[in-house]
């Protein structure tokens, strides 16, 4: 099993190091053909309009197909990515999760910070930097995660999503899920 990073730009390096860690084997993702030699795929954090110029058309292209076959999960950046709906300002999205998300949602007084939410019913720490926001969830969407009353992880068939850094903490398990998403061939 192997697992890709996207390493356009951003927080990749975390990721690896986190799924290194936990056993699996890991390539770092800079162009399009590496997808077929991935069994999954990580869209860390960063700017996700970025990611968006990176990718071109093309790109952005290979990667639409690929989360459609393959498990995908996506933190901060790449939760914008994989959405459906994005505003603030409005972008192009993946639509691999049914939900709308609103970038930059804190403000700039409280644009990081680290907090305690829930990861189904246990405690979890969630570090948020430039967090977006989970505003709308659709009805084939399970909500994994939440921080006061608002999802933060979510889950659409093989598609993964938080709007925080679980690679930015010491705690495992939310990259624990997903590799076992990938292993479950869901
Ligand atoms: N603010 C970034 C965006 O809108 C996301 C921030 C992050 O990935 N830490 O794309």
Redesign the pocket.
């Given at each position: 099993m192997k697992i890709g990073v996207l390493a356009l730009q951003?927080?990749f390096d975390a990721h690896r190091r986190r799924l290194e860690d936990l056993g699996a084997e890991v390539a770092l993702v800079k162009h399009p053909g590496q997808f077929d030699e991935i069994d999954g795929l990580v869209i860390?954090?960063?700017?996700?309009?970025?990611?968006l110029k990176l990718l071109g058309e093309e790109g952005f292209e290979k990667l639409r197909q690929f989360v459609q076959a393959k498990p995908t999960f996506g933190?901060?950046?790449?939760a914008?990515l994989l959405a459906k709906e994005v505003e603030n300002p409005k972008q192009t999205g993946l639509g691999a999760l049914d939900i709308r998300i609103r970038?930059?949602a804190y403000g700039r007084q409280i644009d990081s910070s680290i907090r305690q939410g829930r990861l189904g019913e246990e405690p979890l720490e969630m570090v948020f930097?430039?967090?977006?926001k989970i505003e709308r969830v659709g009805p084939a969407v399970e909500v994994i995660a939440t921080q006061g009353d608002d999802p933060v992880a979510v889950r659409q068939g093989k598609v993964m999503a938080a709007t925080f850094?679980p690679e930015l903490s010491d705690d495992t398990r939310v990259h624990r899920e997903f590799l076992a998403l990938i292993r479950n061939g869901k």
């Open positions: 951003g927080d860390p954090g960063g700017e996700s309009g970025t990611f933190t901060c950046a790449g914008i970038r930059n930097i430039r967090a977006p850094h």
